[in-house]
Every structure is written in structure tokens, then in C-alpha cells.
Nanobody
Framework: QVQLVESGGGLVQAGGSLRLSCAAS????????MGWFRQAPGKEREFVTA????????YYADSVKGRFTISRDNAKNTVYLQMNSLKPEDTAVYYC???????????????????WGQGTQVTVSS
């Protein structure tokens, strides 16, 4: 059974930081592009960031570029999202996703990802 489990969400003040983790099991982690998406109440799920298999290339939504950093540790089967300078607009449920067939042209498309975590809530107060 493939499982992605997010952790690290919580309540933080604007300008603060959080680090999310996503632990994967049941798959060959290094064979998957890993991504983070988020969904705020009343909003569609949106792409946040993704990282390729070898961690050589990362992609970011314009809204988080310069503030968020994605990383992965293939030895630990874990992908991370370091979130700095948080804004109230970042409030959302954050989802980890795995894409076996991801490429530079489809990394931001949620429908291309094969597995999803249950999500972790991030709330940023003003």
C-alpha cells in the first residue's frame, strides 16, 4: 500500500516559518517527482512546488518563489517544504503528491500525480 503522510502543519503568525514533511512508503521514492499542492476554503487546489527525482531541479509557483524551499532526502523517503515569511494568503491545507511520470512540462498539473497524502493544515494569522 502506497502511503504519503504529511506532518508539520500548524498555526503561525504572519512573517513566521514552518517546515512540512512528507514521509512516503510503499513506493520506490527516488523514482518519483514529488510535489506540494494547497487548497484554501472555497478555492481550487493549486500547485505550490515540485522537485525532480535527483533533487537537481525545483519548480515554484510565483506566489511562493523566494519564500518557500522544497527539498528531498531519498535515503529517508521524505520530501520537505520549508515555508518562510508566511502570509495569511498561505493559509490552506497542504498536500504532498508523488508523480512517477512527471516531467518539466507537467509538474504543476495535479491530475498527473499518482498518489496523494491526506493533507496538513497551515494557518497563518495576521
Amino acid at each position: 500500500q502506497v502511503q504519503l503522510v504529511e506532518s508539520g502543519g500548524g498555526l503561525v503568525q504572519a512573517g513566521g516559518s514552518l517546515r512540512l514533511s512528507c514521509a512516503a512508503s510503499g513506493l520506490t521514492f527516488s523514482a518519483y517527482m514529488m510535489g506540494w499542492f494547497r487548497q484554501a476554503p472555497g478555492k481550487e487546489r493549486e500547485f505550490v512546488t515540485a522537485i525532480d527525482r535527483s533533487a537537481g531541479t525545483a519548480y515554484y509557483a510565483d506566489s511562493v518563489k523566494g519564500r518557500f524551499t522544497i527539498s528531498r532526502d531519498n535515503a529517508k523517503n521524505t520530501v520537505y517544504l520549508q515555508m518562510n515569511s508566511l502570509k495569511p494568503e498561505d493559509t490552506a491545507v497542504y498536500y504532498c503528491a508523488a508523480d512517477r511520470y512527471g516531467n518539466s512540462g507537467t509538474y504543476s498539473r495535479g491530475d498527473r500525480y499518482d498518489y496523494w497524502g491526506q493533507g496538513t493544515q497551515v494557518t497563518v494569522s495576521s
